[in-house]
């Protein structure tokens, strides 16, 4: 079974940055597509970017947010600049079987960007 565990969230102002990381228990990025979803309060869970070869991003996000790995550390990572007050959000990292339908999620990582 395939653990992923986020890092890197916390409390930051408006315009301020956070890096988010994503570490896998294993070698994954082959077999595995990995990205980020995120749930606002009374929100559904929404995604906001993935590994895929087109790069899918959140549309309220691009330009803002951007999405990489490091295969040597086994780890994604998301660096969100200019936050705004509406990205609050717990952040989740995902891990989707390419072949099947296995998910794997994070436990999460709250991001709080304050006005």
């Known amino acids: 079974q395939v653990h992923v565990v986020e890092s890197g969230g916390g409390l930051v102002q408006a315009g301020g940055s956070l890096r988010l990381s994503c570490a896998a228990s294993?070698?994954?990025?082959?077999?595995?597509?990995m990205g980020w979803y995120r749930q606002a309060p009374g929100k559904q869970r929404e995604l906001v970017a993935d590994?895929?070869?087109?790069?899918n991003y959140l549309d309220s996000v691009k330009g803002r947010f951007t999405i990489s790995k490091d295969n040597a550390k086994n780890t994604v990572y998301l660096q969100m600049n200019n936050l705004k007050p509406e990205d609050t959000a717990v952040y989740y990292c995902?891990?989707?079987?390419?072949?099947?339908?296995?998910?794997?999620w994070g436990q999460g990582t709250q991001v709080t960007v304050s006005s």
């Open positions: 590994m895929s070869t087109s790069g």
């Open positions: 294993e070698s994954i990025f082959r077999t595995y597509l």
């Open positions: 995902f891990a989707q079987f390419r072949l099947g339908p296995q998910v794997y």
